[in-house]
């Protein structure tokens, strides 16, 4: 199989260490991927706030860059649901290189069958589900089958898992007020299961839960799944 790695810009620039620890976990599970230096953003922020033309050049290099490849893995439900849910949509048709790109903790389950990637973490544990994770790509059991064959991690469910954070990308910008009203519910959620770390599959819900999570001097972490995943 011929796995290109898709980086996206906010991984790229802020969560470097996301990016690396998928890599550790491929290379643990002896699949070897490949990172075209030629990619650049997926063209979201630009397709959210209406500039199509921008996003659709975007898209074309994007597929240019990742032709070939048996599957594209990225660490990021909502990049990935950019890519797979609305090119089609930007570009007139669905493409292989559309079809075969995978978010990582899917591409483990449902692409390689895999669940326990040999890694121990020993804390307790809550998880976000992140809107494009959930809702657009419909992963909720997949990161739980991970987190479950992770030795000496306590999976605890808050209340308000599959609740907004408030992100949104440019949502939380457009809409401040309301994206902090949302991200304090998710902060209180998860205050109440007393973990020691909340995870998501996507960086960005976590730059937005840890901003809360400070502002409130609550002592919880964030970490993102490829992470915990690559902990031995």
């Known amino acids: 199989m011929r796995v290109g790695l898709f980086i996206p810009c906010f991984i790229d620039q ?3 260490e996301v990016g690396k620890a998928m890599v550790t976990v491929l290379r643990r599970l002896k699949i070897t991927a490949e990172f075209p230096a030629e990619q ?10 209406g500039y199509w033309p921008e996003a659709r050049e975007l898209a074309q290099r994007y597929l240019k860059v990742f032709d070939g490849y048996d599957a594209i893995v990225c660490p990021s ?16 048709a669905a493409t292989p290189v559309t079809a075969n790109t995978f978010e990582f903790g899917e ?27 959930l809702r ?13 064959h992770v030795r000496d991690l ?9 609740t907004c ?3 949104g990308g440019t949502f939380s910008v457009k809409f401040p007020l309301v994206s902090f009203a949302m991200d304090e519910v998710k902060i209180e959620s998860i205050q109440r299961t007393g973990a020691e770390y909340v995870i998501s599959a996507d960086s960005s819900c ?21 992470e915990v995943l690559a902990a031995q």
């Open 14 to 16: 802020l969560y470097p």
């Open 40 to 49: 650049t953003c997926c063209g979201q922020p630009a397709f959210n706030t």
């Open 77 to 92: 439900g909502s990049c990935t649901s950019m890519v797979r849910n609305n090119y089609p949509q930007l570009l007139g």
């Open 107 to 133: 591409f483990l389950v449902r692409k390689l069958g895999v669940t326990d990637v040999g890694a121990r973490f020993p804390a307790k544990v809550t998880y976000h589900d992140s809107c494009h994770s």
């Open 136 to 148: 657009e790509l419909r992963l909720k059991d997949e990161p739980r089958q991970l987190l479950r």
């Open 154 to 162: 306590e999976l605890i469910e808050m209340d308000q898992a599959e």
């Open 165 to 167: 954070c408030g992100f």
């Open 206 to 226: 976590l730059m937005q839960i840890g901003g809360g999570l400070r502002r409130k001097k609550f002592p919880i972490k964030t970490i993102s799944l490829a």
